[in-house]
């Protein structure tokens, strides 16, 4: 095998190796929205509406959009919303969606961590 052949062989190895991670890369974020919003949408339908919601962010700037029977609320930082507001709402923009209750399972107050 000349030199030629062995790095035609070497480039082809890794346009295989970018392209596979490449796709891995793209399967997992679009599975982790997925996720986080069925995650999202179900406990929050399953909640009362008497609910409080937190939510937080190390960072300034926009986190998600959610968007409630036609109204959207741009969300940043830091925030807070009863579950009213966000009962039955769709997520834009942000990839993980986590409402975690405080105390019991049951309970009707939560923290809503939205992340990038």
């Known amino acids: 095998m000349n030199k030629r052949t062995g790095i035609l062989i070497l480039v082809f ?4 190796g970018i392209i596979i991670g ?4 793209n399967h997992y974020t679009n ?4 996720i986080g919003e069925a995650k999202a949408n179900a406990i929050m339908n399953s ?3 008497t609910g409080t919601f937190s939510w937080n962010s ?6 998600a959009v ?8 741009f969300v940043e930082k830091l925030g807070k919303r009863y579950s009213t507001e966000f009962a039955g709402c769709t997520f834009e923009t942000a ?3 986590r409402i975690t209750p405080v105390g ?7 923290f809503i961590t939205f992340t990038r």
Do not use: H
């Open 13 to 16: 190895v890794l346009g295989i």
């Open 22 to 25: 490449f796709a891995m890369l």
């Open 31 to 34: 599975q982790n929205i997925m």
């Open 47 to 49: 909640m009362t509406q």
């Open 58 to 63: 190390s960072e300034y700037k926009l986190i």
């Open 66 to 73: 959610v968007n409630c029977r036609g109204v959207k609320t």
């Open 95 to 97: 990839q993980d969606i």
């Open 104 to 110: 019991d399972p049951w309970s009707e107050e939560g």
